[in-house]
């Protein structure tokens, strides 16, 4: 199954997705430049790796 790991540089970063392969073999990570909150920091770059992840293109 494939698995979107979203992280955050300065917090998780690259051990974000080390820990999700853990798990998962099929994984495609999106670790963006923002604090801890991301849904409130920076909406439109969280939104756009969603469709992208699922096929689609981000608008």
Partial sequence: ???LAVASDPFVGTD???VVREVATHVRTVSL???HQLAEE???D???AY???FG???A
């Fill in 16 to 18: 974000n997705e080390r």
């Fill in 56 to 58: 689609g293109h981000a």
């Fill in 33 to 35: 430049p923002y604090g």
């Fill in 51 to 53: 469709p992208t992840f």
């Fill in 42 to 44: 920076c909406p439109a």
């Fill in 46 to 48: 969280l939104t756009e």
């Fill in 1 to 3: 199954m494939p698995v």
